[in-house]
Nanobody, 122 residues
Framework: QVQLVESGGGLVQAGGSLRLSCAAS????????MGWFRQAPGKEREFVAV????????LFSDSVRGRFVISRDNAKNTVYLQMNGLKPDDTAVYYC???????????????WGQGTQVTVSS
């Protein structure tokens, strides 16, 4: 069974930075694309970023492009989301997830973490 565990969330002021981590169990981590999604209260879950299995390809949502960076360390079975220039609108629960390929579509991710809360104060 694959387990994904996020960490690194918290409370930060607007303009600040946070780095989220997602640790994955299993020896096949390096074979899958890893994505980040977020869900704010009263809103649907939305795509944030995804990185290919080797790290050579990434996709970002328009709302975070240029501010967030996604990376992975396959030796540590971990994917990261560096969030800079945070805005109150970034407040949400952030989830990492695993997919067979690079995709923005949530339904194509078959394993999800439990989420970590990010709160950005104005």
């Amino acid at each position: 069974q694959v387990q994904l565990v996020e960490s690194g969330g918290g409370l930060v002021q607007a303009g600040g930075s946070l780095r989220l981590s997602c640790a994955a169990s299993g020896r096949t981590f390096r074979s899958y694309a890893m994505g980040w999604f977020r869900q704010a209260p009263g809103k649907e879950r939305e795509f944030v970023a995804v990185i290919s299995w080797g790290g050579g390809n990434t996709l970002f949502s328009d709302s975070v492009r240029g501010r967030f960076v996604i990376s992975r360390d396959n030796a540590k079975n971990t994917v990261y989301l560096q969030m800079n220039g945070l805005k109150p609108d970034d407040t949400a629960v952030y989830y990492c997830a695993r997919a067979e390929r690079l995709t923005k579509i949530a339904a194509q991710y078959n394993y999800w973490g439990q989420g970590t809360q990010v709160t950005v104060s104005s």
